[in-house]
């Protein structure tokens, strides 16, 4: 008997030993692959990561915290159940490995308390992983959210982790009936005491208790070496993925538009037209994918019948890149590859690529914090200015941007009639007084919007604010060209306002219009404009906070507020308009709509599609208004001139009774 166990010991001694450097040898060998394809794309982003200390404190926020996965509570649960018990039970796992080949090695001989400790810990939070799971196999049998990716690779996933913590339980459950061997496991075990009780190891033979362990041993290794090599080729490549995907994100998202050198006469093209073409943080984004949909769930256009899911559009571009690995990695012939935007064969369809509203509400929701603005846009930008393919209603609008300076093609001429009759000076004849006011287009030609264009003005008039515009001297700021692509029309008038910005030099710069607000805040500085920018709604704040503006009488009816995504999720701008609307009518709360704050909808607006028809599915403005409507308020209040137009048509099509206004005029309605 003593000769069989040995010469089983041995045997497992070598068997565990090719079985581990085979495993973990492949693992690295498939991950030396992703590595290689990830350093063989061709687009350039720096590798080096700069404000150390802010990335180590996302990663505890984003990773340790689960920051994004908690925002729903059940499914935020049950995976941060999962991740702390599946991590809790690996140091476990690697010690049965270690003894597979040495025995005699057991941490408890180096510190048996810290070892019992740990045991316990990891006891209770693994059996939190058979809850967390138990409720992602109930999501994925009886309620299957429409977004949730449910296919054999999921199945495959739950059945791995599974078999990998029951083991663990029966493991110890055998355990705790054999010898110790100087080691108390009785004290460590809360759990696997269940197990050992509910499969009444008691009664069980030494031989028997020796035989079940060996099994339960087996079967745990294979499990975990089997979803080793499993890993790299399948979705939960994101527990590699994910956590530098994490470190690398953009810490300022608002400066997010890549800055195109549109006078590069060596380059051969612009933007992203093949999927060699990514850089290699874009290629980590496509890793840390886990497929959870829930940028899918929150994204307008798919909430709304459109072709675009932003999972999908990461999927496909990682099955297109993974496709063609060899090919780009070997450098051979990268050239054939096929374009990326093709309605037969592409990984992106065109009514998918352009019914993107750049609303963040995918890359704000992620858990990895995937970059899916940085792809659409790099193509949408290829597809402009090297193929010249861009919805057809996008022509007038830039001949327009182009010809006049604004998006409707209105005299550039005109654009400070809206005040003629108005005390708003130019900064031509003003130019040193305190706040330079960046009308904008929608201010200046839209007939709704020029009303809340006077509401600014006559507010600024009242606090006795020191200010002028550009006037005629003005030009569009170049946000709805650049989403839509038109890199070279959109430098063209950032060009001439940061001329005219520098040449003024104003000491603040403010803007009543979300897109002005984000555009020459965060991306003019990249062309040499680097100013004080703030928003109307902000700016307000400051002025009632600061008593040069009094509520004179209370605001008659009830306020909901829409989020402007260029103020919110760009800019992180969500207290201040609650603030400033608090101040209207105290008495009266403000009514939140289902979706607010960062949770927020958009209006359908951004991404240039104020200006493209709307003919896939439901209209995104009229989902959007129904949500309004249904808070019963009496106003719909926003801050964005985009959100002000979209909101009217939607309201009105919803045969709503509502009052659409922006801030400006509801607080110059009261002081």
Known sequence: MQSYETAYITVKAIFMTVLLVGGFGYFFYKVRHLLLLMNAVQGERSAVPDRIGERVKVLFVDILGQKNVRRKLMPGLAHTFIFFGFLAVQPHSFQMMIQGVFPGFSVANFSPSLFQLYLQVADVLAFMVLLGLGYGLYRRTVL?????????????????????????????????????????????????????????????????????????YWVHILTILGFLIYIPGSKHLHLLAGIPNVFYKPLDVEKLMIKTDIEDEDAETFGLAKIYELNWKQVLDLYACTECGRCEERCPASNTGKPLSPKELIHELKVELLGNADTIINKENVESLPSLVD?????????????????????????????????????????????????????????????????????????????????????????????????????SFDDRNIEISKAIASLLNKAGVSFAILGTEERCNGDMARRCGNEYLAQMMIAENVELLNHYNPKRVLTG??????????????????????????????????????????????????????????NNV???????????????????????????????????????????????????????????????????????????????DNKGTQDVKDIAELVDSVV
């Open 574 to 652: 969500y207290d201040s308009p609650r603030k400033v609307l608090s101040t209207l009518n105290p008495k009266v709360d403000l009514v939140e709509m289902v979706d607010h704050g960062d949770n927020g909808m958009c209006c359908g607006a951004g991404g240039g599609r104020m200006f493209m028809e709307e003919t896939l599915g439901e209209r995104i403005n009229n989902v959007r208004s129904r949500q309004a409507i249904d808070t019963g308020a009496d106003t719909v209040a926003t801050a964005c001139p985009f959100c002000i137009t979209m909101f009217s048509d939607g309201i009105r």
């Open 144 to 216: 299957k959210p429409a977004y949730l990716t449910n296919g054999m690779d999921a199945k495959l996933i739950i059945l791995f982790t599974s078999v990998i913590i029951l083991t663990f339980h029966i493991y110890n459950a055998f355990h705790l009936m054999l010898p110790s061997h100087g080691f108390d496991y009785s004290r460590c075990f809360t759990v696997s005491k269940v197990f050992a009780a509910g499969m009444n190891l008691s009664s069980w033979t030494e031989p028997a208790l020796q035989t079940g362990l060996e099994v339960t």
């Open 513 to 570: 219009c979300a897109h002005c607000f984000n555009t020459i805040k965060n991306e003019y500085p990249d062309f040499g404009a680097s100013f004080d920018v703030v928003s109307h709604v902000d700016f307000i704040l400051e002025l009632l906070e600061g008593g040069k503006l009094a509520v004179k009488k209370d605001y008659a009816g009830t306020i909901t507020y829409h989020d402007s995504c260029y103020l919110g999720r760009w």
């Open 343 to 443: 309605d037969e064969m592409g990984a992106i369809k065109n009514d998918a690529l352009w019914s993107c509203t750049t609303c963040r509400g995918c890359e704000d929701i992620c858990p990895v914090d995937i970059q899916h603005l940085d792809i659409i846009l790099e193509v949408r930008k290829n597809q402009v200015l090297m193929e010249a393919a861009f919805p057809q209603e996008l022509q007038d609008t830039f001949s327009n941007l182009e010809n006049q300076s604004n998006p409707w093609g209105f005299s550039e001429d005109t654009r400070a009639n809206w005040c003629k009759d108005l005390k708003v000076p130019l900064m031509a004849d003003n130019p040193d007084v305190d706040i330079l006011w960046f009308v904008g287009c929608a201010g």
